[in-house]
């Protein structure tokens, strides 16, 4: 497998890499549970000849815990592999959630007090406070989110070998 640099060493939200491989899904799916029994006390997952989720086993179960998400599909008639990197897609979803939601909120209050401030109306006093409480929230998911990376960073790197071990073997080599 080519692995850049750039894109998978930099522990980012959610690093991707593609391959394509000789094996047909079924085979590779095989390949992969094999390579998972092997390997069954340091990582745990759920494997079908489409989807494999695998999680590193640890003691302590943080909200950002990562997992490494392959899908085989069938491209231009060559079998190919896409992993990603990550939380749970319930995490991801629920941090997505909160930066639109706050993002909308800061957009709406501070809408209001420009506004107010154009129409020299005192409706809505508390408008330009409740925009920068917006700011602030956004502010913390952003670091919850870079504190759950820093604290995955070691399982984040398992993965990564995990990735490289069970696949570059069969990687499709031009």
């Known amino acids: 497998m080519k692995t850049e640099e750039t894109t998978i060493d930099k522990?980012?939200?959610?690093?991707?890499?593609?391959?394509?491989?000789?094996?047909?899904?079924?085979e590779y799916a095989?390949?992969?549970?094999?390579y998972l029994a092997e390997h069954n006390d340091e990582f745990s997952g759920n494997i079908n000849k489409e989807i494999a989720t695998i999680c590193v086993k640890t003691e302590d179960e943080g909200y950002w815990k990562p997992r490494l998400s392959l899908r085989v599909?069938?491209?231009?008639?060559?079998?190919?592999?896409?992993?990603?990197?990550g939380p749970s897609s319930a995490v991801w979803t629920f941090?997505?959630?909160?930066?639109?939601?706050?993002?909308?909120l800061w957009m709406v209050f501070f809408s209001m007090y420009y506004v107010e401030k154009q129409i020299n109306s005192h409706d809505f006093p508390w408008a330009l406070n409740a925009s920068f409480i917006m700011l602030v929230l956004i502010a913390i998911t952003y670091g919850a989110a870079?504190?759950?990376?820093?604290?995955?960073?070691?399982?984040?790197?398992?993965?990564?070998?995990?990735?490289?071990?069970?696949?570059?073997?069969?990687?499709?080599?031009?």
């Open 30 to 34: 095989e390949n992969l549970k094999k």
């Open 11 to 26: 522990i980012r939200t959610r690093p991707r890499f593609k391959m394509f491989t000789n094996l047909t899904k079924e």
């Open 146 to 174: 870079r504190l759950g990376q820093h604290k995955a960073k070691d399982e984040m790197l398992k993965l990564r070998r995990f990735a490289e071990e069970s696949t570059s073997q069969f990687e499709k080599r031009d």
């Open 73 to 85: 599909e069938i491209e231009d008639e060559q079998t190919a592999i896409r992993g990603i990197f």
């Open 95 to 104: 941090f997505m959630f909160l930066y639109f939601s706050f993002s909308i």
